[in-house]
């Protein structure tokens, strides 16, 4: 079975490898910044006083610069005051949009966002901290996985797509990559490790067709706002639907790992449990624990996907529309058709997985479980603790020789005169050719 899942999965691992050389843009260099249309610069700054003297609906406020060609000096920005708007404190470590030509004049800067890196890399330690005393070793690696996952997406999957790559291809190679570094490196390389990779491969082949098919049929072009300003920015031609295809990809891939590993880990307990289990028993038993899971992750997928697009739904709402035209507007149909095809790619995960974990371990020998021995029973409190005597171990003594010969020293008038042998040697030689007549019992004479 190792041969297998070798020859299975070690030409998909090349395949990727190959993938991610052919689609990664060597010697491209992406324009960012001024050389695509952006000429906002972010310069950073602290509030230094705020003051509602400017009028009904504003609020002056007064911030020092930490950054930018004008750093150290202040200046006076007036902002919006009321409903939705941020409010100011003295204090705050603020983000100022510089889009003009001079440094010095408060009418260049503009107040877009508060700063938070130090909140967020609090939160990060706190994170990371809870994993590592839950996971321990095991713990460790999931963060290391974790942290390669980002490089894919940021070194990778973002340079490529930009540089005009088939967004799908790349989200196909780029999942492939995540997957291999994240299960192996997390849960280490075994055939149960293996089985999780199948398992996760075949839905995800599921999901891209399935998406790909009904965005097809349902006319979806992923042009949504973000969409449509990324395309004016870049000014170069972008595949909008794959896009679409590769973020309902990438957004699966999480979910998926989880189904597969918890399917795979089942039913190698189940196996080591009960080693008699046939293949069909061990399917059915996983595939039991399979639709309580299934329930739980296709709320999961479905509940991320609508908070994700809360927003939307709310502004779509209030344009008075009826709940059929609202489902099917383009940026809300390409939610559903993520959140759908995504779950039944969960769903055909489950016995995908369950039933190649029950062919491959009932062909393995598994360990036995090992009884571990009964803690001993906690003493009542009102029972006091009996204390121990240490006390000196006794001396042994020697185990005496053993004793040879005829043990026989009373008086038998029978036997002759009794007489002690001068040698053992004699005795012996005695006792061999003459034996003792019978010996009598008296009855309580001397």
Request: net charge neutral; aromatic share 4%.
């Amino acid at each position: 079975m190792r041969t297998l899942l070798m020859w299975l999965l070690v030409p998909l691992a090349l395949a990727t490898i190959v993938g991610a050389a052919l689609l990664y843009p060597f010697g491209v260099e992406q324009k960012t910044g001024a050389e695509i249309g952006l000429h906002q610069t972010p310069v950073e700054a602290v509030v230094t006083g705020v003051a509602e003297n400017c009028g009904e609906k504003c609020v002056a406020v007064t911030v020092k610069m930490t950054d930018g060609a004008a750093s150290g000096q202040s200046i006076t920005i007036p902002s919006v005051k009321g409903p939705g708007a941020p409010s100011f404190q003295l204090g705050d470590e603020v983000v100022l949009s510089y889009a003009g030509s001079q440094p010095q004049a408060a009418e260049s800067y503009q107040i877009v966002d508060f700063q938070r890196g130090w909140s967020l890399a609090v939160l990060a330690l706190l994170f990371a901290a809870a994993v590592l005393l839950l996971g321990r070793w095991q713990g460790l690696a999931a963060l290391g996985a974790l942290l390669l996952s980002f490089v894919v997406l940021v070194l990778f999957v973002m340079p490529s797509i930009l540089a005009g790559q088939n967004p799908l291809m790349v989200a196909v190679v780029g999942a492939g990559l995540i997957m291999f570094v994240v299960l192996y490196l997390t849960h280490g390389i075994s055939a149960r490790t293996s089985t999780a990779v199948l398992g996760t491969l075949v839905s995800l082949a599921l999901i891209g067709v399935l998406g790909a098919l009904f965005s097809a049929l349902s006319k979806l072009t992923g042009l949504d706002e973000d969409t449509t300003n990324l395309v004016t920015l870049l000014g170069t031609s972008i595949d909008t639907r794959g896009l679409l295809l590769a973020g309902t990809l990438i957004g699966a891939l999480g979910v998926l790992d989880d189904v597969t590993v918890t399917q795979t880990s089942a039913v190698w307990e189940l196996r080591r449990a009960n080693d008699k289990l046939t293949w069909r028993e061990l399917f059915a038993a996983g595939s039991r624990i399979g639709r309580d899971h299934m329930s739980s992750v296709v709320n999961t997928l479905v509940m991320a996907y609508a908070g994700a697009a809360l927003p939307l739904l709310l502004a779509i709402s209030l344009a008075g529309r009826s709940m059929g035209e609202i489902l099917t507007s383009q940026q809300i149909a390409q939610e559903i058709v993520r959140t759908l095809v995504g779950s039944i790619g969960l769903v055909a995960a489950i016995p995908v997985t369950t039933a190649l974990a029950a062919l491959i371990a009932v062909r393995q020998e598994v360990a036995p479980i090992t009884a571990a021995e009964p803690e001993p029973e906690p003493r009542p409190k009102s029972q006091p603790e009996p204390k121990t005597v240490k006390r000196a171990a006794k001396p042994v003594k020697p185990r005496p020789a053993r004793i040879e010969g005829d043990l026989f020293t009373g008086y038998d008038p029978d036997k002759g005169p009794w007489e002690r042998p001068s040698e053992p040697g004699a005795r012996r030689a005695t006792s061999a050719h003459q034996a003792p007549p019978a010996r009598r019992r008296s009855s309580g004479s001397p």
